[in-house]
DNA sequence: AGGCTACCGTGTGAGGCGTC
DNA sequence: GACGCCTCACACGGTAGCCT
């Protein structure tokens, strides 16, 4: 059976699972009248704390919900979706992995070669919920417009981290200019930043911000956008949207590059890199004179 | 007035390191 | 092995400053 896509029930899933083994107050916020809540209601005036023990708990739990999530994908490509992956060449070491990679082989840590795809997951709750503590039952009382979170890719920090840690692989050296980032959460992201991600996406730093929670909102809202125009977001409304773009971005052999170069000299390298045979030949060249690698 | 950015600070758990 | 100490990443609340 196919994996489903992110969701209230998934949402409520996150809460029951952690519950066996959390405390309601490391997960709710507890309110001056006793109620346990996810998120500070808009109109909540009353003494507020800033929960923290939540944190690493959806952390690491969408991580691993989203490994399971691109595993059916991995296994088209006789590959695997892991967790935590470690490759110290493009950056990514023991203290900062990538959150999901697609690899060839079933471990943690890789070589550069044999990564299809790096998977930046930043996901969080995202509707309120109330928490009884007497029959566990878990009520959904309102979307993220109804709270006062701020919940995964609509904060600007929280996109600027994930451009970050990708800025970060691409700096790290030449072996990661071949391997497709994308970025996968679970909200829309804000408007300020439609014309960011279609430049990540054209500039080949980031190949893709997805969401895959197809109905964020209880009501239409003109922020709940499909895609932007160039696809730099786009939210994911069936499993098979989402493999089909990332079987497409595994498949294209695509190069990341990027300079600052006077005129003269781009033209210079553009003439010689002309004067190989094919097209891929004069691109291999281009690639090499504008890294200033010598001879080979 | 209200929306938004991008910064800072927060508690917790995990992991590395040195010392007993 | 146990212990304390340090550093980090996690997601979110607050907010000054800016724009509309």
Redo the contacts with the bound molecule.
Sequence with gaps: MDPRLWSKDEERIFFKKTLEIATPE?LFYLTDNGRFLA??PKKYKGK?T???????F??SY?EKWIKDLLTPLAREFEAYAIHNVVCDEIGLG???PA?VAIVKTPKREQKPEDILLLVE?????VWNWEYHPESGDLDCIGDFTTH?????LL????M??AIGKSINIRVSGYQSSKIPIIVIGNTPI????YKKVDFLKKAGIIQGFYSVNPNPLDKPSKNNIKSTPEKGFLRVDKINELYNNLEHIIEEDKEFFSSMLPKKELGRIIEVANREPTYEKKAEKFLILLRGIKNE
């Design positions: 490391q998120y500070w507020k800033t929960l923290q023990s939540r944190n690493a959806i952390g969408t023991e203290r900062s959150d997951v930043k996901m969080s709750i006062q979170g701020n919940p995964g904060r600007s920090d929280t600027l981290k804000m408007k300020t930043y």
